[in-house]
């Protein structure tokens, strides 16, 4: 199972938008609606920000948002702040025997 | 609160073997599937194992399958990774995370889990 692909750099000025795309196939996201967003800053572990496409944990700023059009989900973060500088990773349930599949992973830079 | 704390890593040489811990506490361990995942140095993530929620079945990259084997005690709260035949390329840090459809959370703080010789 080969990994889902994401820009490896992605960066703005404070204020912005941006928005961080992960591309599948019909075998994970273009079949199931389990796409789940992860950030982690350096030395942390991941943690969750989106699942199911768009649904943000208790907690998460409503600044990240996500979305998904064919095999290619997105992830959103509008009024780019100084914390927002992460790596970004995305996953989805997929139907090989893995049964979910990472994204190779953004790094946001503010 | 719902908290995930691995323990168990260490240096090892190429061959050796290695037994990794996750210790959960502020949710019922039982009602979830349980995973691991790793991070080599500057790499992105990587599934290595999960397991069901009795423990009744186990799934495995195919990198650590016949060398690794995941399971669980649920009367202890604990998930446990044992890793024989180790390499080189297995270095990494090691999370465990509780597992719902489609999602990871919470993550441990991971362990980290260097082979070499």
């Known amino acids: 199972q080969s990994a889902l692909t994401q820009p490896a750099s992605v960066s703005g000025s404070p204020g912005q938008s941006i928005t961080i795309s992960c591309t599948g196939t019909?075998?994970?996201?273009?079949?199931?609606?389990?796409v789940s967003w992860y950030q982690q800053h350096p030395g942390k572990a991941p943690k969750l920000i989106i699942y199911?496409?768009?649904n943000r944990p208790s907690g998460v700023s409503n600044r990240f948002s996500g979305s998904k059009s064919g095999n290619t989900a997105s992830l959103t973060i509008s009024g780019l702040q100084a914390e927002d500088e992460a790596d970004y990773y995305c996953c989805s349930y997929t139907t090989t025997t893995t049964l979910d599949v990472f994204g190779t992973g953004t790094k946001v830079t503010v | 609160q719902v908290q995930l704390v691995e323990s168990g890593g260490g240096l090892v040489k190429p061959g050796g073997s290695l037994r990794l811990s996750c210790a959960a506490s502020?949710?019922?361990?039982?009602?979830?599937?349980m995973t691991w995942i790793r991070q080599a140095p500057a790499k992105g993530l990587e599934w290595v194992s999960y397991i069901t929620d009795i423990g009744k079945a186990q799934y495995y990259a195919d990198s650590v399958k016949g060398r690794f084997t995941i399971s669980r005690d649920n009367a202890e709260n604990s998930l446990y990774l044992q890793m024989n035949s180790l390499r080189a390329e297995d270095t990494a840090v090691y999370y465990c995370?509780?597992?719902?459809?489609?999602?990871?959370?919470?993550w441990g703080q991971g362990t980290l889990v260097t082979v070499s010789s």
């Open positions: 019909s075998s994970d996201i273009g079949t199931y609606n389990y």
């Open positions: 995370a509780r597992r719902r459809a489609g999602r990871f959370d919470p």
């Open positions: 502020g949710f019922t361990f039982s009602d979830y599937y």
């Open positions: 199911d496409v768009s």
